[in-house]
């Protein structure tokens, strides 16, 4: 007899015991006697019984199961992320799939598509850099699988998120600049569809005009803030006809790749143009000179997000509920743009 296809229906012949007997053996009832119990699980394991745990999820119509859309698993911030969802799940009984959108809409689609043909229970998601399309979330909604966006959101109807104060982030890491007597301040900004670039962008402003610096639009740089970008960008910059003397950057990756190409050049960081980027991935602490950055903790949201899924999935009336939770930041002050120690 083949192990793998062992029933309970066998273990009842064998033992010439009822079958809905054995089922509740092996589910531990107490209306079967422990005498029977042990003498059934004996035979089970004996013969190597296996319980199709799938059949009786879907049997319950749960599948223990949620997926994750990462853009990409090799950032530092989302693979802590990863960490503090299965950490979560796992403690909760269920089980992660991963993907990466790999900053692709037409792959993240497909990916949403394979989660929803995979049944999962719900959908953690941090949208990719090409994502302006939002049908495919809109499909989850009306198969009733529960989604929480963690860090890159987009704005539908009825979607709960746990991000960070983006403009709050930006805004005191541009005034940082400003206090460490930065006047002429580039920013070196993301895709203006995702929300978390706009605010980052707002927030940039903001500061500016708090401390009566004017905006100039030529001083914001949109690229998809790649270490290569940071290249370009650079170049551009340096280009205007006036000296730019510090720079706010939408994450660390461009950021590192300006001070790569600014030490070439022999310009001399924080003395000459004082830099500070965002998420505080793991090489800002060991370039050199290390970046100054905002600290926003992936464990944390990853962590948030997952509780708040779960919460929806265990619960019809939270199911539709729009929530949104905000994980504090900090800045994080390095060599890059410490011009004035205190």
Avoid: W
């Amino acid at each position: 007899m083949d192990n793998n296809q062992i029933t309970i229906h066998d273990i009842a012949n064998i033992l010439g015991i009822n079958s809905s007997t054995v089922s509740r053996a092996l589910n531990n009832s107490p209306r079967v006697a422990q005498k029977t119990k042990d003498k059934i699980l004996a035979k089970a394991n004996e013969l190597g019984y296996q319980r199709n745990h799938l059949a009786s999820n879907l049997r319950k119509r749960k599948t223990y199961t949620i997926g994750v859309i990462v853009p990409r698993i090799s950032r530092h911030f989302f693979s802590s992320a990863i960490a503090g969802i299965e950490e979560t799940a796992f403690k909760a009984g269920y089980n992660v799939i991963i993907c990466q959108s790999l900053e692709s809409l037409k792959r993240e689609q497909s990916i949403v598509n394979t989660l929803l043909a995979n049944r999962v229970d719900g959908v953690l998601v941090s949208i990719s850099m090409e994502t302006k399309n939002y049908n495919h979330f809109k499909g989850l909604q009306q198969s009733n699988i529960p989604f929480v966006f963690f860090d890159r959101h987009c704005n539908i109807s009825e979607n709960s998120k746990v991000v960070i104060d983006d403009f709050l982030a930006a805004f005191n890491a541009t005034k940082h600049l400003i206090y460490q007597k930065s006047k002429n301040i580039a920013h070196f900004a993301g895709p203006q569809n995702l929300e978390i670039y706009k605010n980052r962008l707002s927030g940039y402003k903001a500061a500016l005009e708090k401390n009566n610096i004017p905006f100039r639009k030529e001083l914001v740089i949109t690229s998809r803030l790649m270490e290569k970008d940071g290249i370009k960008n650079v170049k551009k910059m340096l280009s205007l006809p006036y000296k730019i003397d510090g720079i706010f950057c939408a994450n660390d990756v461009v950021a590192i790749g300006s001070i790569k190409y600014l030490k070439e050049l022999h310009i001399r960081i924080p003395e000459d143009i004082a830099i500070v980027g965002f998420s505080n991935e793991v090489i800002s602490s060991v370039i050199e000179p290390a970046l100054t950055t905002v600290n926003q903790s992936g464990l944390e949201i990853g962590s948030t997000a997952t509780e708040l899924l779960l919460n929806k999935i265990s619960s019809e009336v939270r199911k539709n509920r729009h929530e949104t939770i905000i994980v504090k930041t900090n800045l994080i002050k390095r060599k890059s743009s410490l011009r004035i120690i205190k």
